[in-house]
């Protein structure tokens, strides 16, 4: 890539202010760096992840609604974790959280077990059980 | 406390700690330089791991591996802790700025509150520099940034001790001895001949290799896994690609750099030459992931399109094979 060529498209690195790094040649052939505002292919593919992750979101709430999910599923796919991020955070066998999700199984979960998720999401026990307090 | 340390920018966050951790000691090193003798460069294809719901592939070796082969092939010698007491880690960081020692930190992307919200993902091999503390703000020197900037005690506990795959456990890490002066000559060759190994390697998921197989699944992806997915899975492989710190082309354009570098080092015009071509397959990476990038903005799953890619894949992959074959011979 020549130095000339380091696109320069609007992405939103460029709303937060910075750039990042990109190795080029110069004129002469030489390699230098340049910054990069941004590179469309890359920003299609970060916006369509996070729509991706806005989708898993929506899809679980609808499933709490629908009460075929837990709350502890809604909330983890807010904080775009997954079943093996999640239950390395609270500290428990995937099989158990995997439980978790079960709403007759949650709604029997210890105030103990319910401030581990609670802690884990930053969100009050409340919040936790009903998704829609204070979000 | 703030010890005079001078951030400089790089495009890879391991490279970028090591460079200016050894600047910070009176060793010019490049980040390429870096990135080359620790034989960075790589393709791997992890079927088997999911990350953010799509098969890991990776154009990096392994997070820590690139330090460890540079300190070892000029000899340095680095000082590695974990921790399982986030008190504990937080002591013996404030024992090192207090005496003057900027550490290197391995840290978890998802809470550093100063990346954008589409780079915050659960990724816990980021490296940063920590190199003093104002009241309650550590001072940071993030590679991949432009400026130095900071975090709060809190902050700092939460990614230095992320949890999920490649937990840092409060990884810190920094170098305690060097040699009088640096030898790169033979570094250099190591980390060349590593780097053409592993490329080379006879393992269906790893260098050329992998590349050929990747080529093949993206043929069936359209059919096999439905347009979403395989959009999805085409997004993944250009994310990883392009993301922050490759510098572009997946890390191919730095590999350039570096032999660019060794060239004049080694006084061998054979390696600069080498340069060019793989500048030339850094640009094919990029036309690649262009073209992929055409197909999931469309949302398309004409397989022609998928077809097309792969093809471009298997015409790299090959270039790359008579390239490390022959990078092998030149040193």
């Given at each position: 890539m020549k130095k000339s060529d380091v696109p320069q498209d609007k992405s939103n690195l460029k709303s937060s202010g910075f750039k990042e790094l990109c190795y080029a040649v110069d004129e002469k052939g030489e390699y230098t760096t340049e910054k990069s505002t941004g590179w469309e292919p890359k920003t299609i593919a970060l916006d369509n992840a996070m729509e991706d992750i806005n989708e898993r979101v929506a899809l679980a709430k609808e499933k709490v609604a629908r009460n075929e999910t837990s709350p502890i599923e809604y909330y983890m796919e807010l904080a775009k974790m997954d079943l093996p991020i999640l239950a390395s955070y609270v500290g428990m066998w995937q099989w158990r959280v995997k439980r978790h999700f079960k709403p007759k199984t949650f709604a029997k979960l210890s105030s103990k077990v319910l401030q581990k998720y609670a802690d884990v999401f930053e969100i009050t026990i409340e919040q936790l059980k009903n998704i829609n307090n204070g979000n | 406390m703030e010890i005079n340390f001078t951030h400089h920018q790089s495009a890879h966050c391991e490279n970028g700690v090591v460079s200016n951790l050894m600047k910070f000691n009176g060793f010019e090193v490049s980040e390429p330089m870096v990135f080359g003798i620790g034989s960075g460069l790589l393709f791997c294809y992890l079927p088997f791991i999911k990350v953010n719901h799509a098969p890991a592939f990776t154009?990096?070796?392994?997070?820590?591996f690139i330090f460890n082969r540079f300190a070892k092939r000029v000899g340095v010698k680095i000082k590695r802790e974990k921790f399982s007491n986030p008190k504990q880690a937080k002591a013996r960081l404030d024992e090192n700025l207090e005496k003057n020692n900027p550490v290197g930190l391995q840290v978890g992307?998802?809470?550093?509150?100063?990346?954008p919200d589409e780079y915050?993902?659960?990724?816990?091999?980021h490296n940063l520099v920590v190199y003093g503390k104002e009241n309650d703000n550590y001072l940071i020197s993030?590679?991949?940034?432009e400026t130095v900037t900071t975090l709060t005690e809190g902050e700092l506990e939460k990614v230095r001790f992320a949890k999920g795959?490649?937990?840092?456990?409060g990884h810190m890490y920094y170098p305690i001895d060097f040699p009088?002066?640096?030898?790169?000559e033979k570094a250099i060759v190591k980390g060349i001949k590593n780097t053409c190994k592993d490329m080379l390697?006879?393992?269906?998921?790893?260098g050329v290799k992998g590349i050929k197989t990747v080529a093949k699944q993206i043929r069936k992806w359209p059919k096999k896994k439905g347009v979403k997915v395989a959009n999805h899975y085409l997004g993944q492989i250009v994310r990883m690609q392009e993301?922050?710190?490759?510098?572009?082309g997946g890390f191919r354009y730095i590999f350039a750099a570096f032999l660019q570098e060794a060239s004049v080092v080694l006084k061998n015009e054979k390696l600069a030459s080498m340069s060019k071509e793989m500048t030339e397959i850094g640009d094919l990476w990029r036309d690649f992931a262009l073209d992929a990038s055409r197909i999931y903005k469309n949302r398309s799953s004409k397989s022609d399109g998928y077809n097309n890619i792969a093809t471009q894949l298997e015409v790299i992959a090959d270039k790359e094979e008579v390239f490390f074959k022959t990078l092998k011979k030149v040193v």
């Open positions: - | 154009y990096r070796s392994m997070p820590g992307v998802y809470n550093l509150t100063y990346f915050r993902f659960h990724f816990n091999a993030d590679p991949v940034m795959a490649l937990a840092p456990k009088k002066e640096l030898q790169l390697a006879p393992v269906p998921i790893v993301e922050i710190g490759t510098g572009g």
